[in-house]
T-cell receptor
Framework: GESVGLHLPTLSVQEGDNSIINCAYSNSASDYFIWYKQESGKGPQFIIDIRSNMDKRQGQRVTVLLNKTVKHLSLQIAATQPGDSAVYFCAELMEYGNKLVFGAGTILRVKS | ETGVTQSPTHLIKTRGQQVTLRCSSQSGHNTVSWYQQALGQGPQFIFQYYREEENGRGNFPPRFSGLQFPNYSSELNVNALELDDSALYLC????????????FGPGTRLLVL
């Protein structure tokens, strides 16, 4: 079946450290992946995306890595800040672009 | 913030009632997708509307239905509400013909008593 899952439900990091959030996906035919950040009481906010023809993509303080061999996706956040505290979801765009399949989410807690 | 808006922000209904949720898509977007997010879980795809027609549906019963209007805004209707329908309902807009990602609104929190 289709599923996108996360390895760690909760991640606690010290302010200023780097954070790594991992995700495993099951559909090897998927060609587009997205990371979202969701703060309490808000909708998911787009962070960064990557297509299957890439291994790495960088944004502002964030990097997404894609390993198609083992169907693994990761989000790296540099110099983590208190404002980064949220739930992070990876999602896989399926069925000709009309359906996002989300993982369960990872809670990121930043300690000051 | 995205340009996707949803109304109302919160809603309380009783079992058996019907509810209509509304979504306005971001400027330039022609596709609206609806998701249900139960507490502590990731969003689950309900359906998508493109060119005013349903364009894909998740594992939800027929009492979940929708509409898309010529201005690309959309409604989600749920009939015969059940307690398990209590959730955050999210709308996301995108440009399907360009394969772009989906941008979410703030959601409508529905509580069914």
């Amino acid at each position: 079946g289709e599923s996108v899952g996360l390895h760690l439900p909760t991640l606690s990091v010290q302010e200023g450290d780097n954070s790594i959030i991992n995700c495993a996906y099951s559909n090897s035919a998927s060609d587009y992946f997205i990371w979202y950040k969701q703060e309490s009481g808000k909708g998911p906010q787009f962070i960064i995306d990557i297509r299957s023809n890439m291994d790495k993509r960088q944004g502002q303080r964030v990097t997404v890595l894609l390993n198609k061999t083992v169907k693994h996706l990761s989000l790296q956040i540099a110099a983590t800040q208190p404002g980064d505290s949220a739930v992070y979801f990876c999602a896989e765009l399926m069925e000709y672009g009309n359906k996002l399949v989300f993982g369960a989410g990872t809670i990121l807690r930043v300690k000051s | 913030e995205t340009g996707v808006t949803q109304s109302p922000t919160h809603l309380i209904k009783t079992r058996g009632q019907q509810v209509t949720l509304r979504c306005s898509s971001q400027s330039g977007h022609n596709t609206v997708s609806w998701y249900q997010q139960a507490l502590g879980q990731g969003p689950q795809f309900i359906f998508q509307y493109y060119r005013e027609e349903e364009n894909g549906r998740g594992n939800f019963p027929p009492r979940f239905s929708g509409l898309q209007f010529p201005n690309y805004s959309s409604e989600l209707n749920v009939n015969a509400l059940e307690l398990d329908d209590s959730a955050l309902y999210l709308c996301a807009s995108s440009r399907r013909d360009r394969g772009e990602t989906q941008y979410f609104g703030p959601g409508t929190r529905l509580l069914v008593l």
